[in-house]
């Protein structure tokens, strides 16, 4: 208790200084919190609204086995798979149905308002259309107007009504694969669940046949509700014996609730892996912080802990005392973590809400294991962290007690540390050099990537200290001396303690490596992606739609239509099954083009003729597959179309798969395809490449974008803006990562200020001598800035040098999937420096404004 009582009264006695510790944690824990409350949340309200409409038993098209996996990602014709309504008379006539229930819904279809612009969603989520009926109701509810009730109406939901300033009576357009209808709304429906993000529109059931799916005796879903005098398991048995065992898909309530939430799950898993990474991160850059308050604070109590031992205070007492202030510290930091988290989950929903997809607060769900996990995880890096500060507090000699207050700087870190360090370091990098041997695959480079950068890490961490003498003069040279006695003030201040100096920025180092490394990464990526772009395309537009989704008929006319192109590439994705002469079976997706192919885009053709692989009878294949499978030009393969015959093609060419835009891609020529699938079962272009005639280029691209005019998803772009297109897509991941890197870029900061901070209370007499003898307030505030940028800098330079050598390694690995250009962003790298620089002037304000007050006699007179 004697301990305890002694840990709990050094805690509020140094409060002040333990804030920015506490604070690293809290956000950290906020963050680890905050991320498992928003997904669980999340989940619970795709959940509800699964159960909500969920009939007791559900009916769907087959879906394909597992030998046929590429199949499961759905058909690109536009038209949702389907079942025969024959199907409700066969199921209705089942002991224990109550009532059943036929629907249509689609989500390929585009809704334009009066003003031509797309009323769906553009985050990602889908437009929904779909027929009103008694399952609807479920979860919606009308709150303005009547249900559609002939081929010229339609509903809509509220919050899409909201955000496009619908109302009743207003115009709207309906674009499917069938063509384009014009529909008036004749009502509006709000969501008594969440929605989930889409805009949802109603039409009648024929309507729905005719325009969705062009056949009238076609629905998507059957919903089967019992009697309730059979259980679930027992209806679907039933009803599968009346159908056929495999004929349909064909689900209990549970098993449709389970089967969506696993695939939500699936989603929402990645994100939650991905915030968690990030707050891990944060939590490793708050162990420094940690550590170098502790370490500070056993210092400054060198004189109270020798005194300790002298009246009988046992080494294990003393580590157990800090240990016990760790604890503390880490257990109140980790609960108010807690709270803050669910503040930041409620604030995540208020963002998704900005996105549309609506969560309510009254669905927060917070497991038992939230609190645990981030209280045991807060408490327990705390705990690490303060292990090697609380093994020094008991060490700490009862003759410690004799000296005067203040410790002498730790002017030379260990020899042992410095060549452990230098070691870890060395191998690391020669490890990151090692993905270079990465030619086949970027797998064969992972684990050298793996290898080298914690290795490289742990190894700059602990080498730090041992180049803080060599890199602080450096920076000092070149920024401080210009600034005269108070510069050189400044670097002996940051010289003095080398350890600390490295441990601060180490800190700091942690989150520039990764901002650097990533740059790096993304830059290179969209180099090798632009660079053959300049080389391949030959056309003079790409035509797509939003997201490259499929482009409808009326859409692809439309660019077919304008006379000042020379021609125009359709280029389609089909499925298929491959049987190859030695044996096997893989899944391919082929794409499909016309012959004029060869003339807007040049693949790289080690074998055959592409001319002639784009002709009847006759495919290509990749370099890679014709290797493993031992294919030559000439052999004959079998190939199961989609939802069409099965048949022998000839390979005419082997392509190379050295390409970023092309891949491992196979092709077979459209007139092939047209022989073996239905033109109902054709799929959809999702890219069309468009040839000026010669001298029309502006005026084809004004007559495109005319035609298209019609349909607000479609999009035009010239070579320039296709590359602009994919550098934007790229940077949104980087600013993206970079707002996560910034959790950890602030629990760094906040490691300089406390550091700062303690440096000062730690030479306050010294301060006060240094203002006797004529220091100025100015003078004192502009030798702490300095001190905290040359800190700052010398974190840039270390993280900032790690960061390119994890990226180079990174652009290695990508080399072997065909990004092969290495791009160094200089100007964000420059940039990160000078950022770091005014880091430290901010980190500095603080703890600059506090030196300066100091009464000068108090100071001197301070123990």
């Not at 059943?100 to 390929?108: D, F, I, L, R, Y």
């Not at 009323?119 to 027929?131: E, F, K, L, M, R």
């Not at 005098?229 to 609730?257: M, N, P, R, S």
């Amino acid at each position: 208790m004697t301990v305890l009582r002694t840990s709990l009264r050094s805690l509020l006695a140094h409060k002040g200084r333990m804030l920015l510790s506490g604070a690293a944690v809290v956000l950290s824990v906020a963050f680890v919190c905050g991320t498992l409350v928003f997904t669980a949340t999340m989940n619970t309200t795709f959940d509800q609204l699964f159960a909500e409409t969920a009939s007791n038993v559900m009916i769907a098209a087959v879906e394909e086995d597992d030998d046929q996996s590429a199949f499961e990602e759905g058909p690109t014709t536009g038209v949702p798979e389907t079942l025969p309504v024959s199907v409700l008379d066969r199921v209705a006539a089942v002991d224990g149905v109550e009532r059943v229930t036929g629907t249509v819904t689609s989500t390929t279809a585009v809704a334009v308002d009066a003003a031509n612009e797309n009323i769906g969603p553009t985050g990602g989520a889908p437009t929904v259309v779909a027929n009103w009926s008694d399952i609807e109701s479920r979860s919606m509810e009308i709150a303005e107007g009547e249900p559609p009730a002939g081929p010229d109406q339609v509903m809509i939901d509220g919050d899409t009504a909201d955000k496009k300033d619908l109302a009743l009576g207003d115009e709207l357009r309906l674009v499917t694969a069938f063509g384009d209808y014009p529909v008036t709304i004749t009502g509006i429906a709000d969501f008594t669940v969440t929605n989930p993000g889409a805009a949802v529109l109603y039409i009648d059931l024929p309507t729905a046949q005719r325009i969705l799916l062009d056949a009238e005796d076609r629905v998507t879903t059957v919903y089967v509700d019992s009697t309730g005098t059979v259980t679930d398991e027992e209806l679907k048995a039933a009803v599968t014996a009346a159908l056929g065992d495999g004929t349909y898909k064909i689900q209990t309530a549970d098993e449709y609730i389970e089967e969506n939430r696993d695939e939500i799950g699936q989603a929402l898993s990645i994100l939650k892996y991905v915030l968690l990474g990030f707050a891990g991160v944060a939590l490793l850059v708050g162990v420094f912080l940690i550590v170098n308050t502790f370490s500070m604070l056993v210092a400054q109590r060198t004189r109270e802990i020798g005194l300790m031992r002298a009246i009988g205070s046992s080494r294990g007492q003393i580590n157990r005392s800090v240990l016990i202030e760790a604890l503390l510290l880490g257990l109140v930091a980790s609960i108010t973590g807690f709270g803050v988290g669910i503040g930041l989950a409620v604030g995540l929903m208020e963002v998704m809400g900005l996105l549309g997809m609506n969560l309510s607060t009254e669905e927060l769900t917070i497991g038992w294991s939230v609190p645990v996990v981030g209280i045991v995880l807060g408490v327990a890096v705390t705990l690490v962290a303060a292990y090697i500060p609380s093994r020094r507090a008991g060490r700490i000699s009862p003759m410690a007690a004799l000296r005067d207050a203040g410790i002498p700087g730790d002017t030379r870190a260990g020899r042992i540390r410095a060549a452990v360090g230098a070691v870890c370091t060395v191998v690391g990098l020669a490890a990151l050099a090692g993905t270079a041997t990465a030619d086949d695959s970027a797998a064969d480079g992972v684990p050298y990537l793996v290898l080298g950068v914690p290795l490289s890490l742990i190894g700059l961490i602990v080498v730090g200290p041992s180049l803080v003498g060599l890199v602080v003069r450096g920076l000092s040279a070149v920024l401080l001396r210009m600034f005269g006695p108070v510069g050189r003030l400044a670097e002996r201040n940051a010289l003095r303690n080398p350890r600390r100096t490295g441990a601060t920025a180490a800190a700091l180092m942690i989150g520039l490596a990764l901002v650097a490394g990533l740059s790096v990464v993304g830059t290179s990526m969209v180099a090798s992606a632009t660079e053959e772009i300049d080389d391949s395309l030959g056309a003079d537009f790409v035509v797509s739609a939003t997201n490259f989704g499929p482009i409808r008929p009326d859409e692809a006319e439309a660019v077919r239509s304008v006379a000042e192109l020379d021609h125009v590439t359709e280029v389609r994705q089909i499925e298929s099954a491959v049987t190859f002469p030695g044996g096997g079976r893989s899944d391919i997706t082929f794409s499909v083009t016309p012959l004029s192919y060869v003339d807007d885009f040049t693949s790289s053709v080690l074998s055959g003729d592409m001319t002639e692989a784009l002709g009847p009878g006759a495919i290509s294949v990749d370099v890679d597959t014709a290797e493993r499978r031992d294919l030559e030009v000439g052999d004959e393969l079998t190939v199961a179309f989609r939802d069409g015959e099965t048949t022998t093609l000839a390979v005419r060419a082997i392509t190379s798969t050295d390409s970023v835009l092309e891949g491992n891609a196979w092709y077979v020529g459209v007139d092939t395809v047209r022989l073996h699938v239905p033109d109902g079962a054709l799929p959809l272009p999702t890219m069309m490449f468009a040839t000026a005639a010669d001298g029309q280029q502006d005026a084809a691209r004004a007559a495109l974008e005319a035609a298209l005019d019609r349909y607000p998803t479609m999009e035009v772009r010239d070579q320039a803006e296709f590359k602009d297109l994919i550098q934007g897509q790229v940077g949104q991941l980087l600013v993206m990562i970079y707002g996560l890197l910034a959790l950890a870029i602030i629990v760094a900061v906040l490691g300089v200020v406390n550091t700062l901070a303690l440096s000062v209370i730690e030479r306050t007499r010294e301060i006060g001598l240094m203002r006797a003898i004529g220091l100025s307030r100015r003078q004192l505030r502009r030798m702490v800035r300095l001190e905290s940028v040359v800190i700052a800098l010398f974190g840039a330079l270390l993280g900032l040098g790690l960061g390119l050598a994890w990226g180079a390694a990174g652009q290695q690995l990508l080399a072997a999937e065909n990004f092969t250009v290495l791009e160094i962003p200089w100007l964000t790298i420059i940039g990160v420096f000078i950022g770091s620089a005014l880091v430290g002037l901010l980190a500095a304000l603080l703890p600059a404004f506090r030196a300066g007050r100091m009464n000068i006699l108090n100071a001197i007179g301070t123990d």
